[in-house]
């Protein structure tokens, strides 16, 4: 079974830009989460989606936008990009967003660099 | 408040030792969920090990073993007879309630070194 999937893997992008980053579920999963991580640091939690809906959003500016298709597959998208916005990127995603033993899995990580 | 502490930032192990990896939590949800996760040069995180806030015994996954002392907000990773592929980050990681649903919080992680 193929597990979670990140596209791309890789990102160069200027000051200002904007970036769309994309992932795909594990089948049958319905919950995504994104979680960044800048170099030497733990990931930090940004948005879980379930359902098409928002369920839990991080501290993290409003230039962080996200949604999830009918699919289940997201978007993460950042706005005028700035270089502490370089990092790994990783999505996770697990069956529900509900707690307990609910593991997430997460994807490779889209890394991005901004100049 | 740092909700996850891992004071650890690099630990070395001689190969075919167990090591303990070190990990405090701190929360008001009376129901949380820990993880460990291993981190290789690769990037992707790989879960090892899952404790419940309300389980009675400690987890285990093969070489993995999760030692839970909930009085102290604890939730250390044993890995026994380490191996070289153990090299790597270790993180761990809280879940708890989250507006709507749950957000993961993850620790700075620890470094592992496997010395052969």
């Known amino acids: 079974d193929a597990g979670v999937t990140q596209s791309p893997t890789h990102l160069i992008k200027t000051r200002g830009q904007h970036v769309t980053l994309r992932c795909s579920p594990i089948s049958g999963h319905k919950s995504v989460s994104w979680y960044q991580q800048v170099l030497g640091q733990g990931p930090q939690f940004i948005f879980q989606y379930y359902e098409k809906e928002e369920r839990g959003r991080g501290n993290f500016p409003d230039r962080f936008s996200a949604r999830q298709f009918p699919n289940y597959s997201s978007e993460l998208n950042v706005n005028a990009l700035l270089l502490g916005d370089s990092a790994l990127y990783l999505c996770?995603?697990?069956?529900?967003?509900?707690?307990?033993?609910?593991?997430?899995?997460f994807g490779p990580g889209t890394r991005l660099l901004v100049l | 408040a740092q909700k996850i502490t891992q004071t650890q930032p690099g630990m070395f192990v001689q190969e075919k030792e167990a090591v303990t990896l070190d990990c405090t939590y701190d929360?008001?949800?009376?129901?949380?969920?820990l993880f460990w996760y291993k981190q290789p040069s690769s990037g992707e995180m790989i879960f090892l090990i899952y404790?419940?806030?309300?389980?009675?015994q400690n987890a285990t996954e093969g070489r993995y073993s999760l030692n839970f002392q909930k009085a102290r907000k604890s939730a250390n990773l044993v890995i026994s007879a380490s191996q070289l592929g153990d090299s790597a980050m270790y993180f761990c990681a809280m879940r708890e309630r989250n507006t709507g649903g749950f957000k993961t919080i993850f620790g700075a992680g620890t470094r592992l070194f496997v010395k052969a």
């Open positions: 929360t008001s949800d009376p129901s949380y969920g």
């Open positions: 404790q419940g806030s309300y389980d009675q």
């Open positions: 996770a995603s697990s069956l529900t967003p509900a707690g307990g033993q609910e593991t997430q899995y």
